[in-house]
């Protein structure tokens, strides 16, 4: 069974870089794509972005100039970073499996990981 | 984008009642590409319908989702004292995925 586990830093500084990181263990990892996805009081849940195991990126176009999805398969790894952030980045941050043809539906979850932007 | 509009905000019912859920989408959804998710507190959101009806592995019997075009519904027959979360309706059918606000579902 799946399980995906999921770490970086919690508190980042206005302007600079978030940085998180999940690792898959049990199952698969070239057979699917892999999907970052935030959740904040204000926005609600918001899709941030996959990559599958050749590279393959994809971004919400909301996010996509300051979003990078990196992939390690050495590891089964892959890493979200979000540039130049503000408080409105702050967000309890998931990373989850990406299933479906056209876009994804996403099962399982990391624990998820608080980020908290602030000076 | 598809904005998916979930009603109501919030329903009160008694462990052992029926719920039912909706989710509008501001366009038809693609094949039925739509998904529900249950979250509790300090937790993940769990899938638990796929392809509006198709249940997700070891998800009860008593969730239920149906619906296509712009109306879908996620039903709970009988509401057991874990059920008591909120839930989303996700759509897939097009790019990006896209969250409904959520309906919280609390005790009566």
């Known amino acids: 069974q799946v399980q995906l586990q999921q770490w970086g830093a919690g508190l980042c500084k206005p302007s600079e870089t978030l940085s998180l990181t999940c690792a898959v263990y049990?199952?698969?990892?070239?057979?699917?794509?892999w999907s970052w996805i935030r959740q904040s009081p204000g926005k609600g849940l918001e899709w941030i972005g996959e990559i599958n195991y050749s590279g393959s990126t994809s971004y919400n176009p909301s996010l996509k100039s300051r979003v990078t999805i990196s992939v390690d398969t050495s590891k089964n790894q892959f890493s979200l970073k979000v540039s130049s952030v503000t408080a409105a980045d702050t967000a309890v941050y998931y990373c989850a499996r990406a299933r479906g043809a056209v876009a994804r539906w996403f099962d399982p979850w990391g624990q998820g990981t608080l980020v908290t932007v602030s000076s | 984008e598809i904005v998916l509009t979930q009603s109501p905000g919030t329903l009160s019912l008694s462990p052992g009642e029926r719920a039912t859920l909706s989710c509008r989408a501001s366009?038809?959804?693609?094949?039925?590409?739509l998904a529900w998710y249950q979250q509790k507190p300090g937790q993940a959101p769990r899938l638990l319908i796929y392809?509006?009806?198709n249940r997700a592995t070891g998800i009860p019997d008593r969730f239920s989702g149906s619906g296509s075009g712009t109306d879908f519904t996620l039903t709970i027959s009988r509401l057991e004292p874990e059920d008591f979360a909120v839930y989303y309706c996700?759509?897939?059918?097009?790019?990006?995925?896209?969250f409904g606000q959520g309906t919280k579902v609390q005790i009566k």
């Open positions: 366009q038809s959804v693609t094949s039925s590409y």
């Open positions: 392809g509006a009806s």
């Open positions: 049990g199952g698969s990892f070239s057979g699917y794509y």
């Open positions: 996700q759509q897939y059918g097009s790019s990006p995925p896209t």
